[in-house]
């Protein structure tokens, strides 16, 4: 932990026990939140369908878009391990933002990834095969993942995978089975490694 980050979270930070829901869509925006250790969900729900959008964890941030946009939360934040965050409130964020550059130029950063991961989420949803959609949401996921012994990184369990994709799990295990038997991709309990991009893309037009 930096020298910065230890003072911030003497200041801000909170524990959090696994599933405490840090608030709801829909309700009225107040905190942002900087993840110091732990995992949270960020998720939608429709109906009784519960997508999760994304899993971000220790460096990441969220809650920022309602305090930037005065709009109301946009998802429901919940944490998914036992969490330390650090909760800073909208005055401190926008006297964050105005006294370092850097921190803003990071957050812009952030939010163009997120932006064209919400675009791919798109493109995902336009696909009608639920096998198609797992192998498109696993390529995407892997071409912005980190590098690592043996290929690309998807920090997914396959446990959360038919949420993240909204695919029913037994077509998710299905899937799954065949891309490891053709070493497309590697499953572990915390996500999945994909050896050669090119060849996952070239499955995936088969599947289109
Ligand atoms: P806010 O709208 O305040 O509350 C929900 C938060 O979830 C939102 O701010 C973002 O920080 C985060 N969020 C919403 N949509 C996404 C997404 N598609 N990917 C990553 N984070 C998101």
Known sequence: MSAVEEQLFQR???EFPK??????EGEPGRDM????SGKVHIAKTVGD???????LGGGEFFGEMSILNNRPRSATAVCAEDCRLIVIDPRTFETMIRSSAEIALRMIKKLATRLQAADDQIENLLLRDGSARVVHFLLKEAERGESAAGGRRVEVPP???PARVGVEPAT?????????KAQLAVAGPSGFTVPDLGRLAHF???LR
Do not use: M
């Open 159 to 161: 446990a959360d995978l």
């Open 49 to 55: 369908v519960e997508k999760i959008l994304t899993t």
């Open 33 to 36: 939140f900087v993840i110091q």
């Open 19 to 24: 599933g405490s829901i840090l608030f709801r």
């Open 204 to 206: 995936l037009e088969f």
């Open 12 to 14: 801000f930070g909170r």
């Open 172 to 180: 998710v295990d299905e899937v799954v089975g065949k891309l490891v």
